[in-house]
């Protein structure tokens, strides 16, 4: 086992030295996949710093992979190093127009959705033990959680000038689960699972197929994550993406559901945003033992 401290290091130097192994893509795969070793030498008194460092060195396995197979061409080292951190889809040979404007929206924004994290922390510790609120309002801890981190990391993009897609678009707007996974999450996210995923399982010919294969990936690496922060299995996240696949298929097809988000919007937005939080407890259930806030066991009790 490691100290947290020699681990933050590690996080820190590995980013740099990927930069210096740019050239040599074996080399520099090989590198991002030892750096994934990290997480399992933590302790297991920090399953929150487990699978937050797990996230973090598994994206640049990933990254790595991108850059090594041309699929990505950043320019320079300085670039490479923006690519390797941030978790957004750039378009590196777009022309570069500096963008002060929307850097400065992006922090601010992000600085707000981490403020409101610490402050739903706050009224989640102070509810009454047994309080199902908690189930939501961790879902919505998540959200801004990883909304807050995302903004604050493109900031860099916009200043220099570089053209990028936001990660999220106001997913609590969604009139069916299609809309919320397909246009409104976490679109890096889905961008890996549409081009790694989705189009080799079927793509547009078999959209079905192709759906749930990526929503199989999703509910693997999540499973991992999670699992690696308590060293147990829950399966939890597997049950939720399951579902969610399930959900996408059936309102992405169905016609009712279709027409439903055109011609009854209001309506739709409320029984999807129902429907999503309701869901979203199997979510919360995955969490357990990471989740800081212990949602599911103040609920319900230890499991």
């Not at 978790?87 to 922090?107: E, H, K, S, Y």
């Not at 959200?143 to 000038?161: D, E, I, M, P, W």
């Not at 996210?189 to 989705?198: I, M, S």
């Not at 399930?246 to 027409?259: D, H, I, K, M, Q």
Request: aromatic fraction near 14%; proline fraction near 6%; include cysteine.
């Amino acid at each position: 086992m490691i100290p947290l401290s020699t681990s933050l290091c590690a996080l820190v130097v590995l980013p740099f030295l990927l930069v210096l192994l740019r050239n040599w893509p074996r080399f520099l795969c090989l590198m991002a996949l030892a750096g994934c070793a990290i997480p399992f030498l933590l302790p297991a008194s920090e399953p929150l710093w487990r699978s937050g460092t797990f996230v973090f060195t598994c994206f640049l396995l990933i990254k790595a992979l991108q850059f090594a197979a041309g699929h990505v061409q950043p320019r320079g080292r300085f670039d490479f190093l923006l690519f390797i951190i941030t978790f957004a889809t750039v378009r590196w040979d777009t022309p570069r127009r500096p963008d002060p404007r929307r850097a400065a929206l992006a922090l601010l924004t992000g600085l707000f959705q981490l403020a409101l994290v610490w402050l739903l922390m706050i009224v989640v510790l102070r509810l009454d033990t047994h309080n199902p609120v908690q189930l939501f309002t961790t879902q919505l801890g998540c959200y801004l959680v990883v909304a807050g981190v995302c903004n604050l990391t493109v900031v860099k993009l916009s200043l220099r000038g570089l053209d990028h897609d936001d990660v999220f678009h106001n997913p609590f707007g969604s009139r069916t689960p299609a809309e919320f996974w397909g246009r409104r999450w976490n679109s890096y996210v889905g961008y890996l699972l549409h081009r790694y995923v989705f189009l080799p399982a079927g793509g547009r010919r078999h959209p079905v197929r192709g759906v749930l294969a990526a929503f199989g990936a999703s509910a693997v690496l999540h499973e991992v994550i999670f699992d690696i922060g308590t060293r147990k299995f829950n399966g939890g996240m597997t049950a939720y993406f399951l579902l969610q696949g399930g959900l996408v298929a059936v309102t992405s097809r169905s016609r009712f559901f279709r027409r439903l988000a055109r011609d009854v919007p209001v309506l739709a937005w409320f029984l999807t945003t129902v429907l999503m939080l309701a869901t979203g407890i199997l979510f919360v259930y995955g969490m357990d033992g990471v989740d800081p806030s212990y949602a599911w066991r103040r609920v319900f009790g230890p499991v």
